[in-house]
């Protein structure tokens, strides 16, 4: 009866759903070691009691901000636990986006019991002050997407945390990090970062396709099963995710096409299931203007699409037979190579195609891999059949 229940947790593709979560924090970030290293020596006078760091984190969407700086705080608490009490305070601006808002946050993390109503900024620091009295106690507040805090209150409540030790004998209480995409943070408050002191502010870069091949195997690894995403399947997520350079995406490409591919009832990933879900993301780039490119690049096209709808990518010299092969269903004569290569590069430049050289060929010839990242083949092959009659009757 219930049978179209049956695949739900049945695990063909997915062995643990919960490596795909937004909050899930890998033990190891890939490709991050230098960015990490920066971060480290910012903070590296925290083992000593009266230490305290200062960080502003900034970077594009999805360029692992928000996961390095949680990594991180989990990390330092585990390294110094011997030596010293260190608490993290991650307080996302987004959802509190004032200064009593950041402060409740920061004072009901450290004590939930704490009344949370009627209080003040003034009021919430010197409660946060009792608090952080304790011997050798040690609190890092971590301010994600402070643009929001800035845009909204000012940054009056971040220079309050930065003074928590003033008129006072002990100092080193307080840690801050704050965390913001690049443009918003660099328009909005030079200031602030020149508070926070400028050698403490990092600048990630997006991810680049081997960043990003490189983070989404880490996720096959800790999330499927073994031997259900062939490394072409990676390749292709890589592709699709570059011109974004967010690691976000490519991890959300591929558990999308790994509940595809068990959807279907199959056990292994295939290209149709990662192009279906890069089709469905609201970052998509469909705007492709199929309708504009030439008609020989039409037909060269068309032979690609057909055989990409059973493989991930093609040779530039299968292509060129495919090619061929088109041209004689048409009746029409084939371009030269030259104009055969001319064509697809077009069709690269314009994020139609893909295109790779071989890795075992990297030096000899010029043998490249063409694929299909963003868009279906049997869609863009259907589009393409119904162009190609008037596009050469003109
Ligand atoms: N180096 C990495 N290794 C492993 N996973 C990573 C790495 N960088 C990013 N990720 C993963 O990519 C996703 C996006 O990262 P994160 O949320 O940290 O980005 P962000 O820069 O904070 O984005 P936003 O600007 O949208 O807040 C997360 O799932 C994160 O775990
Ligand atoms: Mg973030």
Redesign the pocket.
Do not use: C, D, H, W
């Given at each position: 009866m219930s049978s179209y229940l049956d695949r739900i947790g049945a695990g063909l593709v997915l062995a643990n759903p919960e490596v795909f979560g937004?909050d899930?924090?890998?033990e190891d970030?890939?490709?991050?070691d230098e960015i990490q290293g920066q971060l480290a020596s910012i903070f590296s006078s925290i083992a000593h009691p009266e230490g305290t760091g200062r960080a502003v984190v900034t970077?594009p969407?999805?360029?692992?901000?928000?996961?390095?700086v949680k990594r991180f705080c989990i990390d330092i608490e585990r390294h110094l636990a011997e030596k010293r009490n260190i608490k993290t305070v991650h307080v996302n601006c987004r959802n509190a986006a004032t200064a009593s808002r950041v402060m409740q946050k920061i004072v009901q993390d450290l004590d939930p019991g704490h009344p949370d109503r009627g209080l003040g900024v003034g009021e919430l620091l010197t409660s946060l002050r009792r608090m952080m009295k304790g011997q050798n106690s040690h609190l890092i507040v971590v301010l994600d997407?402070v643009d929001h805090l800035l845009r909204q209150s000012g940054d009056d409540v971040i220079y309050k945390l930065m003074r928590i030790d003033e008129d006072r004998d002990k100092a080193g209480t307080l840690s801050l990090i704050l965390i913001s995409?690049e443009q918003v943070l660099d328009l909005l408050e030079g200031a602030v970062i020149s508070r926070m002191g400028r050698t403490n502010h990092i600048r990630i870069p997006p991810y680049d396709e081997q960043g990003l091949l490189k983070?989404v195997s880490?996720r096959r690894d800790l999330g499927l099963v073994t031997g259900t995403c062939p490394d072409e399947i990676l390749d292709l997520i890589s592709q699709a995710a570059a011109p974004s350079g967010d690691?976000?995406q490519s991890?959300e490409l591929l558990e999308g096409a790994a509940k595809r591919a068990e959807a279907s009832g199959r056990s292994s990933i295939e290209s149709k299931d990662v192009q279906k879900t890069v089709v469905t993301m609201p970052t998509n780039v469909d705007s492709m203007a199929l309708e504009e490119i030439p008609p020989h690049a039409m037909l060269i096209l068309l032979g690609i699409c057909r055989r990409l709808k059973r493989q991930e990518n093609v040779t530039t010299g299968e292509a060129e037979k495919l090619y061929n092969v088109v041209c004689e269903e048409y009746d029409q004569d084939p371009k030269g190579y030259t104009t055969f290569w001319k064509h697809i590069k077009r069709l690269a430049q314009e994020d139609i195609v893909v295109t790779r050289t071989a890795k075992s060929e990297v030096g000899r010839g010029r043998t490249q891999h063409i694929s299909m990242p963003h868009m279906l083949p049997s869609d863009v092959a259907r589009r393409l059949e119904t162009l190609i009659p008037t596009r050469l009757r003109r």
């Open positions: 937004f899930y924090i890998p970030l890939v490709g991050r970077g969407v999805g360029s692992g901000k928000t996961v390095l997407e995409q983070i880490q690691a976000r991890i």
